[in-house]
């Protein structure tokens, strides 16, 4: 699995979805994949789960990803990713990109010394991550007298807007207008890992022969879990009860399901010999035998 950039480990990734209310897992999936391509699979699994959007989703910056954030978004999903540190800098700090402010009416740029930097309005593939990004620009930088504080390139300072910023920015927006619910995720998703790991010593699978059966060993902590969590939760009379009427359920089923191949079996063999053709008694065997058998196949 690539953990980020060209940096891989024998691993497999598990991805959680748990509520804030109970702390029970919802959902999970064993993958070989890292965290920057989850969100958006996992969103539409917690959608059809829970049957709507109405929900806030809190992730960390693993899962910062553009075209994630707008599947979420699109989704109607209320997103809140950490946001990474950027990339890179500025001689000067002062001159970091998040310096720069977005006319989005104009489609431009105005750097800290109050010059506009426009685009061409192309689009260009970023190389190596294969999405698309306008760059802006302007003549201005080479009279500019804080040239060598805002950037290293000698052609002047060329920012880059990704087709993806207006769901970065909507992200932003929502992490600073509830600082106290995205607070939360940590308590929420670190008591699930914590009680797993830390207390019960799952630090990893047991199972190493193949995915499913790595996600068969997950599935059985997080059921353990869950019972855990249900027994704090409901009255243990009533969980005992609930319980109990379950188990009648699947043996009541086992036993109408077998109940109904019995007869089924009986329909069979009798169709066969209440059947009209009446072989000759010397080629009774030899008629009704292979019949039989295949029926029975396909009866079982």
Known sequence: MIIRNSITEVAYNVQTTVDDKNLLTLDY???????????????????????????????DKGYHTGSELKTGIEMGVRIMVAIPGVASFAPD??????????????????????????????????????????????????????????????????IERSEYQPYVEQNKTNIENHPDIYKKRQAII??????????????FVTTKRGIKRASADVGLMFTALNLRRLMNIV??????????????????????????????SHTIFQTIFDSPFKPSPHNASKSLKPLIKFEMKNSF
């Open 190 to 203: 670190e008591h699930t890992y914590g009680i797993i790991k830390r207390q019960w010593g799952f630090y």
């Open 93 to 158: 700090g002062r001159y970091n990109v998040e310096r720069f402010i977005y006319d989005h009416k104009n489609d431009t740029y105005t750097c800290p010394q109050g010059v506009v930097l426009t685009t061409n309005a192309n689009w260009y593939v970023k190389s190596n991550y294969g999405y698309y990004v306008k760059h802006y620009k302007t003549a201005a930088c080479s009279n500019c007298p804080a040239f060598a504080l805002c950037t290293k390139n000698k052609k002047g300072r060329l």
């Open 235 to 264: 009255d243990k009379n009533v969980l005992t009860k609930f319980l109990a009427e379950l188990a009648s359920f699947f043996i009541a089923k086992t036993l109408l399901t077998k109940a109904f191949l019995t007869h089924l």
């Open 29 to 59: 999936k064993v993958t070989n994949q890292n965290d920057s391509k989850a969100m958006g699979p996992m969103l539409k699994r917690a959608k059809k789960i829970l049957r709507s959007t109405d929900f806030t989703a809190l992730y």
